[in-house]
């Protein structure tokens, strides 16, 4: 429970908990035998003497033999402390059993190490209870994968399988490692990726992950990546680097233990001596009011309460296949007042299909079609994607446009057949003057029904005016939770949610009243999505964006929690957002935001406890009515209650 890391700790300390707290992750067998070994002797003394069945002196040897028992916990940290110079709760401690000892309290002072002892226990307990559903993870992928080699199978290590190499998972397997299915079709159950509950089928060409379980089918896999970069790997490091990464409330708790504990020591030092030289007090009863004001003042529960409350956030959230990069931002998540939200790939499922071509002037559907797909071709846009799998899926030929040049968020431009044409949108098709009446006509009715309008045509040049030949309706379906997602968001505490889309504004007006948004702004640029973003967080201060495209990560790095969607978000976006999901699922933002939001609540449940109980006991410690087993025992329960009220967080709910 100290308030810092001592800068000379071995290997073995940095394994520690990170917050300062002195307990360590690994359950160390010895120390707790020595703990269970010094609860026998103080019980075996406590009760021999209330029995009438030891004598004193033996009573004493029992104490005494507790205390070096039980001082596993405390000497090595208290020397640490006294080394550095930076008095901690260990040296408190320690102070505070030897002044007991010396007036001949033994029984309480082996009362204080041992209660001491099981507070340290119990941290430690918690803390890897918290994250044992993570550290669960590394043993969920399997350690050999079943290779094509030579043209037979070979079981190998999974760090021998190379990407591009192909292998097998039967029935019933775990998959060793994220790929593309070859062959086969099956139902795999990815909730320990993604949190899904239903298993997903996959048929060839889906992507699988490492450590998701194959159901009754059997498929051969593509191998993608390798071992150490597989999606299964990322979580687990993401989540780690999480944990270690102090939020602003555990900050505020080291800054006030760094000046605390000296302050408490100082004062412990003027209750002792001040009543006896200068008011005539007994040296021995002013030793044991400073002794038990030492133990009182120690901040156990104060220091423990937002570490442990902060991992167990973050592993509630992991295993909803919701990623945190940090405490800092899932209480920024419980801070959020506002919400933006792009609209592809977030609101609406991100695979958009052509519902219709409309040719115009000199064109032919399938020239249209023809020359959209060939500039297309080049970019990773989903409505670009889309037009070209159309292409292909309606058995239309096409080349692959020369001199390709994108115009981010509105289309580009290319050589086809010796002569530039350009493929965008409404806004792309102003700029470049080609609109007319007619065309106006025919986008409002595409627009109108909420769908995408992709303008094909000449482009502008030298003497050319540039010439429409047609216009592709592409629809992209609403996620089938969207509107319960946004209803949920608002009843979690969101006052504002504001959809951001580079579409026109008819189509973002459409989808908006579809999932039942506050605002829909459509037609922006990615500098404007930034601007909105600027605005948003001036009026409310804490504010979180929602994206999964390249032309999101401005906004998302400027927002104050900026949330990814992971499974079919771009590297881009990921990397930048503060928050990944493991699953296309707007719930997994609810359950982000309303875990973010419980535990700020019992963060600050558990400071204000911490601290109001340590002023009440300090009170009676001066007044002379606490004792030192008293003391202990009020901070041991204080301890536990903060770490009990933290481990909540990993109930299901």
Known sequence: ??????????????????????????????????????????????????????????????????????????????????????????????????????????AEAATVVFLFGVAEWLESWSDRRARRAVTALLEIAPKTAQVNRTGCFTEVAVE??????????????????????????????????????????????????????????????????????????????LVEEAQEQKAPAQRFVDRFAHYYTPAVTVLALLVFLVPPLF???????????????????????????????????????????????????????????????????????????VLGVVALGSGETGEVVRIAAAIDDHSSHPLARAIVAHARVTGVGFPRAEGFIAHSGRGA?????????????????????VCSPEIEHRLAEIEGRGESAVVVGHRPHDACAGEVLGILGVGDRVRPNARAAIAALHAAGVAEIVMLSGDNQRTADAI????????????????????????????????????????????????????????????AAIETANVALMRDDLGGIVDAIRIGRRTLGIIRFNIAFALGLKALFLGLALLGYASLWFAILADTGATFLVVGNALRLLRDE
């Not at 901690?88 to 309290?105: E, H, K, P, S, T």
């Not at 290319?414 to 003057?433: K, Q, S, T, W």
């Open 413 to 433: 431009e290319g050589i086809v057949d010796g002569h530039a044409y350009f493929v965008g949108n409404h806004r792309f098709a102003h700029e470049l003057g």
């Open 160 to 237: 021998e399988v190379q990407i591009g190499e192909t292998i097998a998972v039967k029935s019933g397997m775990s998959i060793p490692l994220d790929g593309e299915v070859l062959r086969g079709r099956s139902a795999v159950n990815q909730a320990p990726i993604t949190g899904e509950s239903v298993p997903v089928d996959k048929n060839p060409g889906d992507s699988v992950f490492a450590g998701t379980i194959n159901g009754d089918g059997s498929l051969e896999i593509r191998v993608t990546k390798p071992m150490g970069d597989t999606t299964l790997a990322h979580i687990i490091r």
């Open 279 to 353: 008011a005539g007090g007994v040296w021995s009863v002013w030793l044991y009011r400073a002794c038990v004001l030492l133990i009182i003042a120690c901040p156990c529960a104060l220091v423990i309460s937002t570490p442990v409350s902060i991992v167990a956030g973050l592993t509630a959230l992991a295993r909803r296949g919701v990623l945190v990069k940090g405490g800092a931002h899932l209480e920024s998540l419980g801070r959020l007042r506002a919400l933006a939200l792009d609209k592809t790939g977030t609101l609406t499922e991100g695979k958009p299909q």
């Open 512 to 571: 908006g009243a579809q999932v039942g948004i506050d605002t829909a702004r459509g037609a922006l640029m990615p500098e404007d999505k930034v601007a909105a973003v600027k605005a948003l967080r001036a009026k409310y201060g804490s504010i979180g964006m929602v994206g999964d495209g390249v032309n999101d990560a401005p906004a998302l790095a400027l927002a104050t929690v900026g949330i990814a969607m992971g499974h079919g978000g771009t590297d």
């Open 1 to 106: 429970m100290n308030e810092h890391h001592d800068e000379g700790h071995s290997a073995e300390d940095a394994a520690g908990c990170g917050h300062g707290c002195g307990c360590e992750h690994s359950d160390n067998p010895w120390e707790t035998r020595s703990l269970a070994l010094a609860g026998i002797l103080l019980a075996a003394g406590h009760v021999g003497q209330w029995l009438g069945l030891i004598q004193a002196t033996a009573a004493r040897i029992g104490f005494i033999a507790a205390i070096a028992a039980g001082s596993w916990f405390l000497l090595p940290k208290a020397w640490n402390a006294v080394r550095q110079l930076r008095p901690d709760i260990n040296l408190l401690m320690v102070i505070a059993c030897a002044g007991a000892a010396v007036i001949g309290d033994w």
